[in-house]
């Protein structure tokens, strides 16, 4: 049966303004780096999709090298965004990325014009889309100067095949620099997405400060640690878990010394009536200089249960505490 999308899907999900642009995204965005690529069919991609946008999940990241292998991602994506979810494109925030190595030679890695517009197309194709709502210079390159990367940016939105631009993991400094240069050029920066978490939390250092007093959005990737601030490996490693597979999350990543911690923080999630994962997920949404929590899942019930945090995103200053002290001890 073709897939009609839930008239219930702006019940919930609570959305928040993406620095100072008028775009909102969901407190909870779904991330397709890993589980969506080649091993995956299209059906599956399709049913954590349109069950997250039924779920009032309107934002979905991707980049050029998500798979595996590189572009998988991005074209089993573009069966469903030209499929199920076609009818809903104006509803739908996409975004893709380009910045680590893509293809082979000198142009197919770093922050070039070249790679970026020539990337970006390759992606578009894939995609199925005239245009991405966000497209992003996946890291900062040291070797381009960032006038011409923040230059391909904005050409990206001339030319209409970007709503807006994005910057991922580039340090505080650079970051100032990349405002102050789109800002020049017309094209605001709408979004910073750095990797934020219990575990990983740099941006605190000043990078947050940056982005709230110049009104710039914080996606936070990798809000769980890659599944470590969940249940997932506190009875073992299970297999094809993504910490059981060769890849991002080596077994040393799960010994006690981490696990010891989310034991600690689960009974708190207990008495809080949330699981770990919602915990962690809340957690890195308790600052509203964060638009959202990019998340991944390998599967529906994944994807219900960090939405359903939605229901408790509060904390006590005492929870915080408590926190805190399970994470420094
Ligand atoms: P997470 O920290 O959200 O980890 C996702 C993994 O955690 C899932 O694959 C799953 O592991 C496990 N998991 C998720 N929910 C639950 C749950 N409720 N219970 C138990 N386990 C759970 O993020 P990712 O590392 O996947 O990254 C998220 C997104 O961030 C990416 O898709 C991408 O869009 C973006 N990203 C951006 C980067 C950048 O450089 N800009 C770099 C990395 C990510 P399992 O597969 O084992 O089931």
Request: net charge negative.
């Amino acid at each position: 049966m073709p897939y009609t999308a839930a008239p219930t899907r702006y019940d919930a999900m609570q959305y928040r303004p993406c620095g100072k642009s008028g775009l909102k995204l969901p407190v909870i965005s779904l991330g397709l780096w890993q589980n969506f690529g080649g091993s995956r069919s299209v059906a599956e991609v399709e049913s954590i999709l349109t069950r997250a946008f039924d779920l009032g999940v309107t934002h979905f990241d991707l980049a050029n090298n998500y798979g595996p292998p590189y572009g998988s991602a991005e074209s089993n994506a573009g069966e469903v965004f030209s499929g199920a979810l076609s009818p809903y494109r104006d509803e739908l925030v996409i975004s893709t990325k380009a910045g680590y190595d893509m293809w082979p030679g000198p142009y197919g890695n770093g922050g070039s014009r070249k790679y970026l517009l020539g990337s970006l197309e390759a992606s578009l194709k894939r995609l199925q889309l005239d245009y991405v709502d966000i497209f992003y210079s996946h890291r900062f390159d040291p070797e381009t100067p960032l006038e011409e990367t923040m230059g391909a940016l904005d050409a990206a939105v001339r030319q209409g095949k970007a709503r807006y631009v994005g910057i991922s993991s580039y340090p505080s400094e650079q970051t100032k620099t990349a405002v102050e240069i789109l800002t020049t050029l017309g094209t605001p920066l709408l979004i910073h997405q750095p990797p934020y978490s219990m575990l990983l939390r740099r941006i605190e250092g000043g990078l947050l400060d940056v982005l709230g007093r110049l009104g710039v959005g914080c996606i936070a990737f990798m809000p769980l640690a890659q599944g470590v601030l969940t249940d997932r490996y506190l009875d073992g490693i299970p297999s094809g878990s993504r910490a059981s597979q060769p890849g991002t999350l080596g077994a040393a990543q799960v010994g006690d010394h981490v696990l010891d911690k989310v034991r600690a923080l689960s009974e708190l999630a207990k008495r809080r009536h949330q699981t770990m994962a919602q915990m962690a997920l809340a957690w890195t949404l308790r600052d509203n200089r964060v638009t959202s929590a990019l998340i991944g899942v390998s599967s529906v019930t994944q994807l219900e249960d960090n939405v359903a945090t939605i229901e408790n995103l509060t904390f006590t200053a005492g929870e915080l505490d408590e926190m805190e002290k399970i994470l420094t001890s």
